[in-house]
């Protein structure tokens, strides 16, 4: 995956004021005017003054670095967030008209949420009452053998995750089935390292993030000495959390998430705790075996909780409660919300608008209702179109690719042919749209609305248990600005919101599109045989497919990635991982390769000089190879806030856009020829790493 974004006063019944809200909103800096259409290809984001054979990044984005700041709402900012923020404004325009004069049942639903979202005097009014209820359900607990029955109420009322989670997902062993699955969970903190790291800023975050559940203890109700008791305890129950937690390295590893057990062992892991009830209140279904995909995270687990006292676990479940609503809560409480978790830790200097707020949140909620709309305005039948002659271009593309391997034997080349041909291609939007009418949305409780559109989510989800795969679902909404694989699907997924400058445009050369959506399309292909895709077989089963020999030389091959990602510094004293960032390093290195494979092609069969707009095999200066190496560095260009740097190191297996961009080319001996670079120049080193 490459990386997600958004007149009259009416009084009604309910005594939700719109024209109240939306005047508020407006008046607190709300849009001024539409945003720009991102460029694909800027020639004014060039740096010429740069050596592209030194730091292509800088040459590819040095002036479009200095001509963008990070916005005071922002912790980064990057061409994916320049069209995020389009797709984002003209979602609202949409969602603002639904909540003014919906047209339809399905524009009423929308409209209502986001109208819900957007009336900040009713939350400043209602203040914590909205999560009253759900605090009462935790003062209720009187006993710790009550606890699983709590928990349950907990995850499947109120949506708020304590302790771990509990899912239903495709069964990796065999991926027509669907089963019941149980991992760990329950941390506040980005990763298990924030609580364990022993440095000093690691230190100084912690002590910052107890003090910061205090204040929400105390604005809760609770007495200072109360609530700086109850931090300490929730930090206490996070610690021990965490320390059993498996790192994100290991749960990349399919091997290591994947332990299928009876009802009756996950009950020996953990049996101080409830399981049969538990399972029974959650309403999952029946099941006889379940991957427990982090066991001795579940054994920990009955320790902590039996080291616990009472009083500190319900601490600890009041807190939960509390973190999850407060961005939906009145102003005291998404103020120190965002003082914490945006300001301090990811450095954001201004809280992100409420409209945008709300946008995204309506959009994450009721994406394929926005949908339905969204894509009859914004998406084209020629761009689904060029889309799909395009993925046929990448896939002949790999396949030549996989027979040309040095390093692959024949046998398992069959296989990987295998695998590609079976790739399904999902472009744009579903082909049916999501049924939302059981779904009750309120106008005048957006907490209620959010409580009910993840209990929404959470029913859908379990009601797959035992039943056939849907091969068509899709996993993002259609205005986001993003795509991705499932390797248990073998399928790319790209939304219409991607599929748009500074990605796509027909209106440009093939090498400008190559260079954009080809590569992001290459990206996800190669995301099937990276190190932990490579794994499925064309059926999305974990299985080796592989030959030992060839496994050998490929992990000799990822190996040398992973080594050569972590010298990439991202802050001071902060680098890159290379084993996290391992699987898009390896998409991102084999993309490019298969995107400037599949430009060659066309540029063969077509004739470069046939291309218009080229002059002496030139256009705006440059070659066709140019073009497309600095439409793919463009992609990357980004400023960020260092703390959201150290956090994303930590916890994105993407790399930063410096890196993606250096890092990828340095690898791409083809990069160094369109360029004239000299073996050894930084851009064209003499030892590069590749696997596809």
């Not at 001795?296 to 039996?306: E, H, L, P, Q």
């Not at 399904?424 to 409780?445: C, F, H």
């Not at 989510?457 to 986001?480: C, F, H, I, Q, S």
């Amino acid at each position: 995956m490459i990386s997600k974004s958004f007149a009259s006063v009416l009084i009604l019944s309910t005594g939700v004021c719109l024209g109240q809200a939306f005047t508020r909103a407006d008046a607190a800096g709300g849009p001024s005017s539409e945003p720009k259409q991102p460029i694909i290809f800027d020639l004014s984001a060039i740096d010429k003054t740069a050596d592209p054979c030194t730091d292509f990044y800088q040459y590819a984005c040095g002036n479009w670095l200095k001509k963008n700041p990070i916005p005071a709402d922002q912790v980064r900012w990057g061409r994916f967030n320049e069209l995020a923020e389009r797709n984002n404004y003209l979602l609202y325009t949409e969602l603002r008209a639904a909540a003014d004069a919906p047209k339809t049942p399905l524009q009423r639903k929308y409209g209502d949420y986001f109208a819900a979202c957007m009336n900040v005097d009713l939350a400043d009014q209602l203040g914590v009452k909205p999560l009253k209820p759900v605090l009462a359900a935790i003062e209720s607990l009187k006993d710790k053998k009550q606890l699983a029955t709590t928990v349950a109420e907990l995850q499947r009322t109120y949506s708020v995750g304590v302790f771990y989670g509990l899912n239903v997902q495709q069964d990796q062993k065999d991926s027509s089935q669907q089963i019941a699955s149980a991992i760990q969970g329950g941390l506040s903190l980005p990763d298990r390292s924030y609580y364990l790291t022993e440095d000093e800023r690691s230190q100084k975050l912690r002590d910052q993030y107890v003090e910061h559940v205090a204040k929400m203890f105390v604005l809760l109700g609770d007495a200072p000495e109360r609530a700086a008791d109850e931090a300490k305890s929730v930090m206490t129950i996070e610690t021990a959390l965490a320390k059993c937690s498996i790192d994100r390295v290991e749960l990349r590893d399919p091997a290591k998430r994947y332990h299928i057990m009876s009802r009756q062992d996950l009950e020996v892991l953990s049996p101080d705790y409830d399981w049969q009830t538990y399972l029974q209140e959650v309403k999952i279904g029946e099941f006889s075996t379940l991957n427990v995909a982090t066991p001795d995270y579940f054994k920990a687990m009955n320790v902590a909780i039996d080291a616990a006292s009472l009083d500190s676990i319900k601490s600890y479940l009041r807190w939960q409660a509390l973190r999850t609503a407060a961005p939906a809560l009145s102003k005291p409480f998404v103020d120190e919300n965002f003082n914490f978790f945006s300001a301090t830790l990811q450095g954001q200097k201004e809280q992100t608008p409420r409209w945008k707020r709300c946008t995204r949140a309506t959009d994450a909620a009721l994406g394929e209702a926005v949908g339905q709309d969204w894509v009859k305005q914004y998406f084209p039948p020629d761009a689904k179109a060029n889309m799909d002659k395009l993925v046929v271009a990448l896939e002949q593309a790999l396949g030549q690719d996989i027979q040309q391997l040095p390093w692959m034997s024949d046998a398992t080349k069959v296989e990987a042919k295998a695998k590609l041909d079976a790739i399904r291609n999902k472009i744009g939007y579903p082909e049916s749209w999501r049924d939302y009418s059981t779904l009750t949305v309120e106008r005048d409780d957006y907490l209620g609305n959010v409580q009910r559109g993840q209990n929404f989510e959470r029913a859908r989800n379990y009601a797959k248990l035992g039943k056939p795969v849907d091969e068509k679902e899709w996993g993002m909404t259609p205005p986001t600005v993003n795509a991705y694989y499932s390797p248990p699907n073998n399928d790319i997924n790209f939304p219409a919101g991607i599929l748009q400058p500074p990605f796509f445009d027909n209106s440009k050369d093939p090498a400008v599109n190559f260079g954009g959506i080809g590569t992001v399309i290459g990206h996800e292909m190669t995301h099937g045989f990276d190190d932990q895709g490579s794994k499925y077989d064309p059926k999305g089963n974990v299985r080796p497919w592989f030959t030992a020999e060839d496994r050998a030389k490929f992990t000799e091959r990822t190996d040398c990635e992973a080594k050569e990602y972590d010298g990439f510094k991202v802050a001071e004293g902060q680098n890159l991982n290379g084993k996290l960032t391992l699987g898009e390093n390896t998409a991102d290195n084999g993309g490019i390769r298969i995107a400037f494979q599949a430009l060659e092609a066309a540029l063969t069969q077509q004739g470069a000089a046939a291309e218009p707009g080229y002059v002496d095999g030139k256009r705006d200066g440059y070659t066709a190879q140019q073009r497309f190496f600095i439409t793919f560095g463009q992609l990357w260009c980004q400023n960020q806030t260092e703390q959201n740097a150290r956090v994303l190191a930590k916890t994105d297996p993407h790399s930063t856009g410096e890196w993606r961009a250096k890092g990828t080319v340095q690898n791409f001996d083809e990069f160094g020829k369109a360029f004239g670079c000299k073996a050894g120049q930084l851009m064209m080193p003499v030892n590069s790493c590749r696997v596809w």
